[in-house]
């Protein structure tokens, strides 16, 4: 295949590479995947961890019983994320390294860094929709919210080449702005474990969209703790549609561990959720949702 020749592509469901191929985005080959035993459904080890198939369905881990029992947060953002149609199609390793929904890049008349381009032309262009951490050359948000999810859930993936790789293994630190992910070319994510619930933990998820339904969300945060005597002994916060990757906010945990879940920390822990932000000129706004989503989240779990 010579150097000029697009790329192949992995194909499950589809259900965003049908509409770039439309589009005219994606013009090479494909590779019909399809689904082995060891890589669709829910097992659950006698921890009481789980592992998902990289091919099951987003539908299949929301409704989940055992999955809503012990990871709440990882099956409410199944569940808030796009439409119950495409909930039933997608698939969790689909999720995750989707393509950017930058409009730019879907454009198939403007060239960016993610289709060979010499530069982002949302950086000096609209770029209402991108990143308020601006970590790298292409200022799309990462649009998995499976991911921000998991990164919470410190999960590990695991590829048909490697295993135990984490969330910033597998999608890079945003680094490199030609790439949407830090797979090697033709490696195939497999699956996903997760760790056994930390005992007494509860976990919330809330996004901030435009629109009610079926809208990608500006900022969306996922996080877990424990309280017990009146105080945080363990907390995790990850967010998302705020940088080319989603983020661990380590300074509002900081904030939080130990302390005592009172107003006060709370807020300063809200506060400090856009530690290191960097937005962009039309951006702004979204570190007023983060904070604000980050402060209600913290405030329904210390109730």
């Known amino acids: 295949m010579s150097a000029s020749t ?9 259900t965003d590479l049908s509409e770039r191929r439309r589009s005219g985005v994606s013009q090479g080959p494909l590779i019909d995947i399809t689904a082995r035993p060891d890589t669709i459904g829910i097992d659950w080890g006698v921890d009481g961890a789980a592992r998902i198939g990289a091919f099951t369905t987003i539908a299949a881990i929301a409704a989940d019983a055992r999955i809503n029992g012990a990871y709440p947060g990882l099956a409410a953002a199944a569940l808030g994320l796009a439409t119950p149609q495409i909930r039933h199609l997608a698939t969790l390793g689909g999720n995750l390294a989707q393509r950017s929904r930058c409009w730019y890049y879907r454009n198939p008349h403007i060239a960016c860094l993610k289709k060979g381009g010499p530069d982002c032309p949302a950086r000096s262009g609209n770029h209402l929709y991108s990143v308020a951490f601006d970590l790298g050359p292409c200022v799309a948000p990462h649009p998995s919210t499976m991911a921000a999810a998991l990164l919470a859930y410190d999960a590990k993936i695991i590829t048909d080449r490697r295993s135990g ?30 760790s056994p619930p930390v005992r ?16 990608w969300p500006l900022v969306e945060v996922c996080v877990r703790a424990v309280v017990s005597s009146g105080s945080i002994q363990f907390i995790r916060v990850a967010a998302g549609g705020i940088a080319p990757v989603p983020l661990r906010l380590s300074a509002s945990e900081a904030a939080l561990q130990g302390a005592p879940a009172n107003p006060a920390n709370i807020a300063r822990a809200a506060h400090q ?5 960097n937005p962009l000129p039309m951006t702004g706004y979204k570190l007023e949702l983060l904070s604000g989503l980050v402060h209600d989240l913290l405030e329904r779990l210390a109730a």
């Open 200 to 215: 007494g933990e509860r976990a919330l998820y809330q996004r901030a969209i435009s629109r009610s339904h079926a809208e």
């Open 273 to 277: 959720a856009t530690a290191g932000a």
């Open 6 to 14: 697009p790329s192949a592509e992995f194909r499950a469901a589809g």
């Open 165 to 194: 790789l984490t969330i910033g293994d597998v999608l890079g630190d945003g680094s490199n702005g030609a790439a949407d992910h830090a797979l090697a070319s033709g490696e195939l994510i497999t699956a996903i474990q997760l």
